[in-house]
């Protein structure tokens, strides 16, 4: 229900350190992933995306890592700023829909 | 380059009232979606139009949400009746081709119901 949906998975960070987001998607037809970025108050923006025939791609400060095996995503962020603070979601697509998993809040504090 | 345009940025309406919101996609793309995103959740797909036509609308409920894209440009997305549980962001997005650029999404509209 929505008050369950409220209590999104929350991770805290200092500014300046490295940040993992983790994401278990649930279908292993899935071909390709993205990771938003999610701001108060705004549309999902689009960070980095991957492949399912790779298993890590790297982007600016930002690197996905995919484990196929498991059914693993993670989005690496590099040295953590306070403009990071947002709601993070993965996404995944088994066949041209776009299926979102739950969100993950990164807080940043000084 | 122009975002995504929605507006209103913001609806707060009693259940059983009909509410629209317009949506302008980024110029020159084919491709244009609405979603539901309830507070706390990721956006939940309800249609999508391929110029315009409708490529997939099987999560749209169609007894009271309807929506249109007549010229293949701008769309609304029109709720009547609206029920509370119709309470969410209301987000449009629009790309060229899915799988090579993602979507694009607008600011959304946040719909109360009362």
């Known amino acids: 229900g929505e008050s369950v949906g409220l209590h999104l998975p929350t991770l805290s960070v200092q500014e300046g350190d490295n940040s993992i987001i983790n994401c278990a998607y649930s279908?292993?037809?899935?071909?390709?992933f993205i990771w938003y970025k999610q701001e108060s108050g705004k549309g999902p923006q689009f960070i980095i995306d991957?492949?399912?025939?790779?298993d890590k791609r790297q982007g600016q400060r930002v690197t996905v890592l995919l484990n196929k095996t498991v059914k693993h995503l993670s989005l690496q962020i590099a040295a953590t700023q306070p403009g990071d603070s947002a709601v993070y979601f993965c996404?995944?697509?088994?066949?041209?829909?776009?299926?979102f998993g739950t969100g993950t809040r990164l807080q940043v504090f000084p | 380059e122009a975002g995504v345009a929605q507006s209103p940025r913001y609806k707060i309406i009693e259940k059983r009232q009909s509410v629209a919101f317009w949506c302008n996609p980024i110029?020159?793309?084919?491709?244009l979606y609405w979603y539901q995103q309830i507070l706390g959740q990721g956006p939940k797909l309800l249609i999508q139009?391929?110029?315009?036509?409708?490529?997939?609308d099987s999560q749209l409920p169609k007894d009271r949400f309807s929506a249109e894209r007549l010229k293949g440009v701008d769309s609304t997305l029109k709720i009547q009746p609206a029920k509370l549980e119709d309470s969410a962001v209301y987000l449009c997005?629009?790309?060229?081709?899915?799988?090579?650029?993602?979507?694009?999404f607008g600011p959304g509209t946040r719909l109360t119901v009362t």
């Open positions: 139009f391929q110029n315009n036509g409708v490529v997939d």
């Open positions: 279908n292993s037809a899935s071909d390709y």
């Open positions: 997005a629009s790309s060229s081709t899915l799988r090579q650029t993602g979507q694009y």
């Open positions: 996404a995944e697509t088994p066949t041209d829909k776009l299926i």
């Open positions: 991957i492949r399912s025939n790779m």
């Open positions: 110029s020159g793309h084919a491709t």
